[in-house]
T-cell receptor, first 115, second 111 residues
Framework: DTAVSQTPKYLVTQMGNDKSIKCEQNLGHDTMYWYKQDSKKFLKIMFSYNNKELIINETVPNRFSPKSPDKAHLNLHINSLELGDSAVYFCASSQGWSSNPYEQYFGPGTRLTVT | GNSVTQMEGPVTLSEEAFLTINCTYTATGYPSLFWYVQYPGEGLQLLLKATKADDKGSNKGFEATYRKETTSFHLEKGSVQVSDSAVYFC??????????FGKGTLLTVNP
């Protein structure tokens, strides 16, 4: 009964490849997020969707493309992977996204290693 | 823009010691403040939060008070346990609806 799940947990791939990370939440939340955690543990938001609509799109390379087929799923596709993309990617969800401080629930993370 | 500054650590303590992890923030308006904890190999979990000035958030023996005058939200625990070993993140939710994190503080508690 995992609340926010991500697949795969580990992903090792070569430069130039295209890969996807999937995220699913069973909390009935309206809002989902992708975060990147670098090797120094610094966390930064990348994207957020509310009811399948993109609401936050930080300055990330356009090789990164989020897709939300429904409000329970938010996938991250990465084209032409580069060494600098190596990081842990976290998916999160929350009940809403307004100024109310809705708690964000995080998935276990996907460790991406680009060689 | 919004920013969060927290002591980077690492912090190493003996069991039952007193813990303080400092956190200060810069934000426009009236942000909500959070502490998240990341245990080894896991995602982040909300530890506590405060939504307005002078609010005190508390959970599992941890406390933090929202101090608007000093723009701070320091995390404290009176007696740490080995099981508290983790990375702790201070964060704020600003008027842009984005959660901004500090760089995290690694806490190691030795028996």
């Amino acid at each position: 009964d995992t609340a926010v799940s991500q697949t795969p947990k580990y992903l090792v791939t070569q430069m130039g490849n295209d890969k996807s990370i999937k995220c699913e939440q069973n909390l009935g939340h309206d809002t989902m997020y992708w975060y990147k955690q670098d090797s120094k543990k610094f966390l930064k938001i990348m994207f957020s969707y509310n009811n399948k609509e993109l609401i936050i799109n930080e300055t990330v390379p356009n090789r990164f493309s989020p897709k939300s087929p429904d409000k329970a799923h938010l996938n991250l596709h990465i084209n032409s992977l580069e060494l600098g993309d190596s990081a842990v990617y976290f998916c999160a969800s929350s009940q809403g996204w307004s100024s109310n401080p809705y708690e964000q629930y995080f998935g276990p993370g996907t460790r991406l290693t680009v060689t | 823009g919004n920013s969060v500054t927290q002591m980077e650590g690492p912090v190493t303590l003996s069991e039952e010691a007193f813990l303080t992890i400092n956190c200060t923030y810069t934000a426009t308006g009236y942000p909500s403040l959070f502490w998240y904890v990341q245990y080894p190999g896991e995602g982040l979990q909300l530890l506590l939060k405060a939504t307005k000035a002078d609010d005190k958030g508390s959970n599992k023996g941890f406390e933090a008070t929202y101090r608007k005058e000093t723009t701070s939200f320091h995390l404290e625990k009176g007696s740490v346990q080995v099981s508290d070993s983790a990375v702790y993140f201070c964060a704020l939710l600003g008027s842009n609806y984005k959660l901004t994190f500090g760089k995290g503080t690694l806490l190691t508690v030795n028996p």
